[in-house]
């Protein structure tokens, strides 16, 4: 009898102790960025091509990495998808017409659009970007690492982030699943940026 006791009372203590070891260790998982806080300061690949280069308003040579804060913009919009998930494939059309709206309403200097392929190559980046006639960078996350820093979301996920005096990134809007209309979409990210 006393032996049963001990042995319940020292299972959770010792699933405790783990627990509390592992998140000493420095392998605590991180949660997606909320709106409100600041984005993460990761570094991101630089994308291929000049064309991609001067979109982002960035002076980096490709095989380099890039933090968003150093986009030449006022807010980065970053969707992590994935090429394997159907409802990345299927929002496609709303990103390109989401992209072709910030343009017609003279924000593409405001506004840049990066997508972040979760387990994906440069090679199956490449396949979706050419697939679905994607005109901004595509950055490859193959052993998914900045996935992992962004909390492992489910895709496809989307992070607004402010690009506020003084090199403060302030998350704006982050949410997992589709933008809905390209149109609201964009009229609630201005309201949000305070862009008007």
Do not use: W
Not at 6 to 11: I, K
Not at 30 to 41: C, L, M, T, V
Not at 89 to 110: H, S
Not at 175 to 195: N, Y
């Amino acid at each position: 009898m006393i032996r049963g006791r001990v042995g319940r009372g020292l299972a959770p203590a010792l699933i405790l102790a783990g627990l509390l070891a592992l998140a000493g260790s420095g392998m605590a998982v991180a949660e997606p960025p909320q709106a409100g806080e600041a984005f993460p300061d990761l570094k991101l690949p630089v994308p291929k091509g000049k064309e991609h280069l001067d979109y982002l308003g960035l002076g980096a040579k490709p095989g380099a990495t890039f933090k968003v804060g150093q986009v030449k913009a006022r807010v980065v919009i970053l969707e992590v998808f994935s090429m394997y998930c159907p409802y990345c494939q299927n929002e496609a059309p709303a990103i390109n017409a989401l992209y072709d709206r910030i343009a017609e309403r003279g924000l593409a200097d405001a506004i840049k659009l990066i997508g972040l392929g979760a387990g994906n190559s440069p090679y199956e980046v490449n396949l979706f970007k050419g697939r679905f006639g994607i005109r901004f960078p595509l950055l490859p996350d193959s052993d998914l690492s900045l996935h992992t820093a962004l909390g492992k979301v489910r895709t496809p996920y989307f992070i607004a982030v402010s690009l506020e005096p003084g090199g403060k990134q302030r998350v704006i809007y982050s949410r997992v699943g589709t933008i809905g209309d390209p149109g609201q979409f964009l009229d609630q990210i201005i309201e949000l940026a305070g862009l008007h």
